[in-house]
């Protein structure tokens, strides 16, 4: 099966830093990557879709420029968040879909905590 | 703009008991309807996707349905165990866009 994988699993950072996770689809070429975000006790909300060698479509409500979506290659997707605060404290997951399946493939998620 | 609504929020079972989760959406519009497992702190686990052109999927002791004319799609558990204790996630996927719903925690106790 298609499998996805994130890059930190969980993260803990000072307020005004910078924080990279990654995503990684291993066994196949995911055209399309998906950026989620859970806040505690709550359903996931898209943040953003990403096409490979485009820019990154963000959902409204969702900063741009605090959040930076890169999506360089056909396996690899990351998102940076940018001086970090504590509101900002949440559970990250990405997916990856392609042409050859009809749903997405999600990862395990990253957890983020600002202090 | 599609909203999905899960009803019951919570639900708490003893062990054995047949199960019945509802998930409705607003826009019958949809590619797919998506059912997941999450562990608490854990990301998702696909457990039954249903295409638009199909009424219900199958796998084990879990069966869901798909009614796009009403909005519904129901998601069934036979004999109900404590290791199917997890919150369980309807999405709707409008061509290559999920929308969540808030879940419905489930709990079975012994």
């Known amino acids: 099966g298609a499998v996805v994988s994130q890059h930190p699993s969980w993260v803990i950072c000072k307020s005004g830093t910078s924080v990279k996770i990654e995503c990684r689809s291993l066994d196949f070429q995911a055209t399309t990557m998906f950026w989620y975000r859970q806040f505690p006790k709550q359903s996931l909300m898209l943040m953003a879709t990403?096409?490979?060698?485009?820019?990154?479509?963000?959902e409204q409500g969702v900063e741009k420029d605090k959040f930076l979506i890169n999506h360089a290659s056909l396996t690899l997707s990351t998102l940076t968040v940018t001086s970090a605060h504590p509101e900002d404290s949440s559970f990250y997951i990405c997916?990856?879909?392609?042409?050859?399946?009809?749903?997405?493939?999600f990862g395990p998620g990253t957890r983020l905590t600002v202090l | 703009k599609q909203e999905v609504t899960q009803i019951p929020a919570a639900l708490s079972v003893p062990e054995g008991e047949n199960l019945v989760l509802n998930c409705s959406f607003t826009?019958?519009?949809?590619?797919?309807l998506q059912w997941f497992r999450q562990d608490p702190g854990k990301g998702l686990t696909s457990l039954l996707l249903i295409q638009s052109s199909q009424r219900e999927q199958t796998s084990g002791r879990l069966n869901a349905s798909l009614d796009k004319s009403s909005g519904r799609s129901t998601l069934y558990i036979a004999a109900s165990q404590p290791g199917d204790s997890a919150t369980y996630l309807c999405?709707?996927?409008?061509?290559?866009?999920?929308?969540f719903g808030a879940g419905t925690r489930l709990a079975v106790h012994p």
């Open positions: 990403s096409n490979e060698g485009s820019k990154a479509t963000y």
């Open positions: 997916s990856a879909g392609s042409s050859s399946y009809n749903e997405q493939f």
């Open positions: 999405a709707a996927d409008g061509y290559n866009k999920l929308i």
């Open positions: 826009d019958s519009a949809i590619y797919n």
